[in-house]
């Protein structure tokens, strides 16, 4: 019985570690969303703030940025949408807030087709064309 309620509050607890659905975002007209991470060493408490995401009003993440426990950033990105929420432009940012890296994507349809990657002075680094075989 102990097992079977240790499996669940698990499986509770991995649920709840995900962030919150598009759908979810949305509705409630969130803009934004920080994570702080608390440490205790002995009685002393550390707090840091470890991401921060933006949206926009279709629950799209728009901006994220994440940190390390000095404040240093560690990942930056933004991302730009079409009508129909699919990423078209992700662009990737050193930790001096220059662009690092620019991937634009191309669909047909709701079917991404390609992926352009550019460095970060807008010079073509790679292509990738994606192929869909569909059942006769």
């Known amino acids: 019985m102990k097992k079977i309620l240790f499996i669940s509050i698990c499986f509770v607890i991995a ?6 659905s598009q759908k979810t975002v949305k509705n ?5 969303r ?3 991470t608390f440490l205790y060493n002995g009685t002393k408490e550390t707090e840091y703030i470890e991401s921060l995401k933006k949206f926009d009003a279709a629950g799209n993440e728009i901006e994220i940025i994440e940190y390390d426990e000095k404040g240093l950033t560690t990942l930056h990105q933004s991302f730009k949408y079409n009508e129909n929420d699919d990423v078209t432009e992700e662009v990737t940012y050193n930790p001096n807030g220059k662009i690092f890296q620019t991937d634009k994507y191309t669909y047909s349809g709701k079917l991404k087709t390609q992926r352009e990657t550019y460095d970060g002075k807008g010079k073509l680094i790679s292509r990738k064309k994606y192929i869909y075989k569909f059942k006769e």
């Not at 409630?28 to 934004?32: A, P, R, V």
Request: aromatic letters at 8%; a neutral charge.
């Open 15 to 20: 649920l709840s570690s995900y962030g919150q």
């Open 28 to 32: 409630l007209q969130i803009k934004s």
């Open 34 to 36: 920080t994570e702080m």
